[in-house]
């Protein structure tokens, strides 16, 4: 009987430990080093999504392109929380900077995310709230953050990694006054084009979730052009965060 319990202990911790982990970005460059690394790859493609499942430093992941904006990533997290079983989130790219400590290259780790362009200010909401519910933020979950700082600092540097909110919208931020705004009505550190829209369907599925952006830009009038030049750097950055995650994982 003693026996018996322990192994049953034995297996339901071995099964607790089972994770299968999403790994996204929203375009090649931001899962070209995930791909590369991955082992025992097997790849489906549903709805244009390539999904690539797999073995990443011996971890169980599934690795895919979600496209860029908030729909093609809302859809594509979706798919592989209900068509493969995903049990935490990790959403790997670029972004612009929003706070003005940031540098370019610099990390910021998702605390919240809030979706900037959602507008029903005119009933009386608060800007970015989601109709329906109570607040604005899309939280990330505390543990992912912890070893997504972690890793960060190992591969950057720790003057180089913040945690902080991120605001998502289906806009190219390239602006001053709209970095402007983005501080002052969300608090935000950087913009980028997914990663509340993934959060807010991982909180549904109550699935963890955290966000990880190396800035590409300054989200200003050159936002442009220091993003064609910064893109790669930024997004090899964050992908080798991710790499040095799983080791803690
Ligand atoms: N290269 C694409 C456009 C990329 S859009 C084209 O040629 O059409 C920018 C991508 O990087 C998005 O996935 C977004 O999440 C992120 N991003 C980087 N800087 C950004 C900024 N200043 N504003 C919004 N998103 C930004």
Known sequence: ???FTLLLALLTSTLAMADRIAIIGAMDSEIKILLSEMKEV?????????????KLLNKDVVVFKSGI????AAMSTTIA???YDVNKIIFTGVAGAINKNLNITDVVISDYLVQHDYDT???GSKKGAVPGSVDTKFFADKQLINI???SAQKVLG???VYIGTIATGDQFIADKKAVEALETDFGAWAVEMEGAAVAHVANLYKTPIVVIRSMSDKADGSAHMNYNDFVNIAADNSAKIVMNML???
Request: hydrophobic residues 35%; positive net charge.
């Open 1 to 3: 009987m003693k026996k």
């Open 42 to 54: 097997k790849k489906e493609e549903r709805a244009t999504v390539v999904f690539y499942e797999g």
């Open 69 to 72: 904006g908030k729909v093609n």
């Open 81 to 83: 929380m209900e068509e």
């Open 121 to 123: 200010t005119i009933f």
């Open 148 to 150: 997504a700082k972690n």
């Open 158 to 160: 720790k003057n180089k």
């Open 247 to 249: 080791l803690e994982m």
